[in-house]
């Protein structure tokens, strides 16, 4: 399979718990993103890799979220001290940056991390 | 102020029938804009994009910009049962920041 993976893709804690989700995007992909979704919203954008530089982080991502991609490869995403409102959909998707036009950057999802905070 | 704007629905047509999806977004600067489908329990896949103003076609699939009305469409011909989904609206903005609207959950009835 040489789509994106995540792992878990279940995962229930208990608040204040800190969690760690993977996701390994399509090997020759050097752009990757998260995304947290909760029921009947569209996903929110967390943060974004070009290689292992993180180049962007979404203002309304607290100090317990941390992602990292140290090669520039697989990603983690750490949440610390989980709370209930944590409890989402997180979504991982990788790109290829395009040389030429690249009006577009076509992202591929993987399943998807359900977190579950009891 | 949301980002990206759609009617959540649902929105629910027989089968065959044409359906009619329509996304408006904010920032005047975005360049690029997208289509996904998402079954209930997976993940978005992409559908179609488009960056260019007027009618992009893609077998059942028609998308349609209107830059200075900020308005994005998607019409699915002949829609069928399997064409039941939610659909989003993604633009994509600043620093390849992708703002996804909430979504339209389409029923198509047999």
């Known amino acids: 399979d040489t789509g994106v993976s995540q792992d878990p893709r279940h995962k229930i804690t208990k608040r204040g718990q800190n969690v760690t989700f993977r996701c390994d995007p399509i090997?020759?992909?050097?752009?990757l993103y998260w995304y947290r979704q909760t029921l009947g919203q569209g996903p929110e954008f967390l943060t974004y890799?070009?290689?292992?530089?993180?180049?962007?982080k979404s203002r309304l991502l607290s100090d317990r979220f941390s992602a990292e991609r140290p090669k520039g490869s697989f990603s983690t995403l750490e949440i610390q001290r989980t709370e209930q409102g944590d409890s989402a959909m997180y979504l991982c998707?990788?790109?290829?940056?395009?040389?030429?036009?690249?009006?577009?950057?076509?992202?591929?999802f993987g399943p998807g991390t359900r977190l579950t905070v009891l | 102020q949301k980002e990206v704007e759609q009617n959540s629905g649902p929105l629910s047509v027989p089968e065959g029938a044409i359906a009619s999806l329509n996304c408006t977004y904010s920032d005047r600067g975005s360049q690029s804009f997208f289509w996904y489908r998402q079954y209930s329990g997976k993940s978005p896949e992409l559908i179609m994009f488009i960056y260019s103003n007027g009618d992009k076609e893609d077998g059942r699939f028609t998308a349609q910009l209107n830059k200075a009305s900020q308005y994005v469409s998607l019409l699915i011909r002949d829609s069928q049962p399997s064409d039941s989904a939610t659909y989003l609206c993604?633009?994509?903005?600043?620093?390849?920041?992708?703002?996804f609207g909430s979504g339209t959950k389409l029923n198509v009835k047999p």
């Open positions: 890799f070009q290689n292992e530089a993180q180049l962007e």
């Open positions: 993604a633009v994509k903005g600043d620093f390849n920041k992708f703002y």
């Open positions: 998707a990788s790109s290829l940056r395009a040389s030429g036009l690249a009006a577009y950057n076509e992202q591929f």
């Open positions: 090997s020759e992909h050097n752009r």
